[in-house]
């Protein structure tokens, strides 16, 4: 059976995976207990999987458990029911391989940036000379230069976000969680974060799994896109986006492939509130 | 067009704040002057407290003690003794019962009911306790602790209940330090790897020291009154305090005024010294908010 194509902006509706998953959910729930104690279903019954290398998107509204998924896969929270793997293993084993970074930076204030970079190499046991380089390397790279002796909250908020990408790089893991991480940035410099983050997927062949609520960002960024109901949390929908990079957000193309996944997203979701209220 | 320049309120300004600072110190010395002038208080000389104060290693011909940098020398090695061990004892404590749940358990009820005890006030009980001996005492024995002055000085009595008035705010308020390390920074090194211990030297500590700084300064404030006071009961022979008292009941007041004045100027120097740490260790507090 082919695959269902929409040939004009190469979106596939149907996706598989091939080989071992990046990133795996299967069947996976989670609640909460609320105030009045009574629990509130956070997943319910989640599956996905995500393709190695390459970035994965999860769009959803607010509140629709986005970043629980997240907090379960880097092996902070345990899911109540279902299985969860990362390149086929359980996160638990691969604790300090997986990078993890949110809205708020997690910088450490009273470190300076460089120390804050060099905090994965330091924890290693990395010898200070051997430290310092790497760290020097990676703030080159990321436009850093002058910063390794200042403190976080000495720099904007754009560098503050690539020293941590900085310190997730330092870390040399393969796997990266991404929680809105570019959200309380301005436009143009998410625009550039965002292209510094692509740069970033191909040179080191990183799989990324990235939450946001924003179309425009997940069409720029992702191979894959996950659509999540609103809490209880579902998968509404999965497919696969293969245009090449460099994507040119200017371009008609890109505009109109915006619309249609905005429009498809819509719909979903409104068919889950209709299906389900 | 040139842009505003924003001006200093001239209160801030070095100039100002010297001004406005001399002006009660300034009208105690003016009261002082006067009171001298007409006769209507019992106060000593203006230049003989300053003899006094320039010349602190003469000892003074007709009171029992020892010179003023002797005394000064004394008072700061007994608070330096009973704060360093509160240090020692109370951030430890602090630390172990933030993050142990029957520890805290076990010790708050002690802990609460111990603080609002007076530490002036426990000394008669201390003194039971502890009788008249000194560090000297505990290292060679009774009878020949006499020759080894300045630990003779040291009287354990005195340790304790300066002990007792540092710990109480440093064991608080390192809970309260290591309590509020965020949660967020404690998951981060935990997934980068981090052992418990890593995360302790690098997350907990230095998240905590702030508070520890404050509490440390808090109860520096305390020991410092209560050894003055302490130095005034019977049983010392030496200190700030033991001068105090004693040239008062020699009548020799320039004594009384010289020691006074090095108490208010010590006192302020090391709480000072104590805020510039509390300002290093807690300059990246105010962005967290």
Redesign the interface.
């Known amino acids: 059976m082919r695959p269902m194509t929409d040939s004009k902006s190469q979106i596939d509706y149907q996706p598989h995976t091939t080989g071992n998953a990046a990133f795996s959910f299967r069947s996976v729930s989670k609640s909460y207990a609320s105030r009045d104690g009574a629990p509130v279903l956070a997943l319910d019954e989640v599956s996905f999987e995500t393709p190695n290398g390459g970035i994965t998107c999860i769009v959803g509204p607010t509140g629709s458990g986005k970043s629980t998924i997240l907090r379960i896969l880097s092996g902070i929270e345990q899911p109540d029911s279902g299985t969860v793997q990362i390149g086929g293993r359980p996160p638990r084993e691969l604790i300090g391989r997986i990078g993890y970074l949110t809205q708020r930076h997690t910088l450490f204030p009273w470190m300076k940036v460089g120390e804050n970079i060099g905090m994965p190499l330091e924890l290693q046991g990395t010898a200070p000379d051997r430290r310092h380089e790497r760290v020097r390397g990676i703030c080159t790279m990321l436009g850093l230069a002058g910063a390794e002796n200042r403190y976080p909250y000495e720099i904007s908020g754009g560098m503050q976000q690539r020293a941590a990408l900085g310190r997730l790089l330092a870390s040399e893991s393969p796997v990266w969680l991404m929680d809105e991480p570019f959200n309380a940035l301005d436009e143009r410099t998410r625009h550039r974060m965002q292209e510094l983050l692509i740069g970033l997927v191909r040179e080191q062949g990183l799989s990324i799994l990235f939450v946001t609520h924003t179309i425009d960002e997940a069409v720029f960024l992702a191979d894959r896109v996950i659509v999540l109901t609103a809490g209880p949390a579902r998968v509404a929908e999965t497919f696969d986006w293969s245009v090449a990079h460099p994507r040119d957000r200017l371009s008609r193309e890109f505009g109109e492939t915006i619309e249609q996944v905005r429009r498809r997203v819509e719909s979903v979701l409104k068919e889950d509130d209709n299906r389900y209220r | 067009m040139g842009e505003k320049r924003k001006d200093t309120h001239w209160a801030d300004r070095p100039a100002g704040k010297l001004l406005l600072g001399s002006l009660l110190p300034g009208a105690a010395l003016f009261s002082w002057w006067l009171a001298i002038r007409t006769g209507t208080a019992v106060v000593p000389r203006f230049g003989e407290v300053v003899s006094v104060l320039f010349h602190p290693f003469v000892v003074p011909q007709d009171i029992y003690s020892r010179s003023l940098a002797f005394s000064l020398l004394m008072t700061l090695i007994r608070l330096s003794l009973g704060f360093g061990l509160a240090v020692l004892t109370a951030v430890p404590l602090g630390f172990w019962a933030a993050q142990n749940k029957i520890i805290d358990r076990i010790l708050y009820p002690l802990v609460q009911l111990a603080r609002p005890i007076n530490p002036v006030a426990l000394l008669p009980v201390a003194t039971v306790l502890f009788g008249l001996s000194s560090l000297a005492t505990m290292l060679v024995g009774g009878l020949e602790a006499w020759r080894y002055d300045v630990l003779d000085q040291v009287q354990l009595a005195m340790i304790f209940i300066l002990w007792w008035g540092a710990f109480f705010p440093i064991f608080l308020s390192t809970i309260h330090g290591v309590r509020s390390v965020?949660a967020?920074?404690l998951?981060?090194?935990?997934?980068?790897?981090?052992t418990p211990l890593?995360s302790a030297r690098?997350?907990v500590l230095?998240?905590a020291l702030p508070s520890i700084a404050n509490g440390m300064r808090i109860a520096l404030g305390v020991s410092w009154l209560v050894l003055i006071a302490a130095e005034i009961f019977p049983g010392t022979r030496s200190g700030l305090g033991y001068m105090l008292c004693t040239a008062c009941k020699t009548s020799d007041y320039q004594y009384t005024f010289a020691a006074m004045l090095v108490i208010g100027v010590t006192g302020l120097l090391i709480d000072w010294l104590l805020l510039r740490l509390e300002r290093r260790v807690g300059?990246?507090?105010?962005?967290?908010r």
């Open positions: 965020r967020a920074y998951e981060t090194m935990t997934l980068f790897g981090a890593q690098r997350v230095p998240h300059h990246w507090q105010a962005a967290e």
